[in-house]
């Protein structure tokens, strides 16, 4: 029996220290190994930015999850994936991430819904949220709300990349 999309319940909260190895066991089942973040630079983005590192769930169970940090330019660069800026004026998302098993049922589009009130309603001072997708998922993002910046200057992994941005200004 297929789930409803809108039907869904999917709540949003920051994650612990105790779930970072199984965001990092998703994280490296979700991405080729020259994208996926490690567990260091995972950890490193949960300790400089708890509030932007939110776990997706679903009937108490961990689905998913975004993580993000802040950064003072408004394109997302290379850098800003290897860095927090407190209080830089863009939020850039690094991981938008689906339990292999659960996916096609809505459960990114609604944690990116969550997770850009949590930032309109929980970071102060923000003028924009930004990410790269590869052109395939570009849909998937202004489903959520984004606008297609065009191609992006990252280099990272083989595909070239999109910028996507909400602007909060
Ligand atoms: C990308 C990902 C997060 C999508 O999660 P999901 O919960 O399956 O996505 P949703 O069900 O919310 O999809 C909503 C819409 O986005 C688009 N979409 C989602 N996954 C897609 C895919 N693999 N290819 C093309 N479009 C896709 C579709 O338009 C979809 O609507 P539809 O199912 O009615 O066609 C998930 O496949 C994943 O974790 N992938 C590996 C990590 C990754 O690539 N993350 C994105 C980094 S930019």
Redesign the pocket.
């Given at each position: 029996m297929s789930i409803e999309k809108s039907t869904l319940d999917i709540s949003m909260k920051e994650i612990s220290n105790f779930e970072i190895s199984s965001i990092f066991s998703m994280e490296s089942d979700?991405?080729p190994a020259d994208e996926a973040a490690s567990f260091d630079m995972l950890t490193y983005r949960h300790k400089e930015a708890p509030d932007l590192f939110l776990g997706g769930y679903m009937h108490g169970n961990l689905v998913g999850f975004i993580c993000a940090t802040r950064y003072h330019g408004k394109e997302l660069t290379h850098e800003s994936m290897n860095m927090h800026i407190p209080n830089g004026e863009s939020v850039c998302i690094h991981s938008?991430?689906?339990k292999r098993n659960q996916?096609?049922?809505?459960?990114?589009?609604q944690m990116l819904k969550l997770f850009i009130e949590n930032v309109k309603s929980e970071q102060a001072n923000v003028t924009g949220i930004l990410?790269i997708?590869k052109s395939?998922?570009i849909?998937?993002y202004t489903?959520a709300g984004f606008e297609l910046v065009g191609k992006s200057h990252v280099v990272h992994g083989k595909d070239p990349w999109y910028e996507l941005k909400i602007s909060l200004t």
């Amino acid at each position: 029996m297929s789930i409803e999309k809108s039907t869904l319940d999917i709540s949003m909260k920051e994650i612990s220290n105790f779930e970072i190895s199984s965001i990092f066991s998703m994280e490296s089942d979700s991405y080729p190994a020259d994208e996926a973040a490690s567990f260091d630079m995972l950890t490193y983005r949960h300790k400089e930015a708890p509030d932007l590192f939110l776990g997706g769930y679903m009937h108490g169970n961990l689905v998913g999850f975004i993580c993000a940090t802040r950064y003072h330019g408004k394109e997302l660069t290379h850098e800003s994936m290897n860095m927090h800026i407190p209080n830089g004026e863009s939020v850039c998302i690094h991981s938008v991430v689906v339990k292999r098993n659960q996916r096609r049922k809505g459960i990114a589009l609604q944690m990116l819904k969550l997770f850009i009130e949590n930032v309109k309603s929980e970071q102060a001072n923000v003028t924009g949220i930004l990410l790269i997708c590869k052109s395939n998922l570009i849909p998937l993002y202004t489903k959520a709300g984004f606008e297609l910046v065009g191609k992006s200057h990252v280099v990272h992994g083989k595909d070239p990349w999109y910028e996507l941005k909400i602007s909060l200004t």
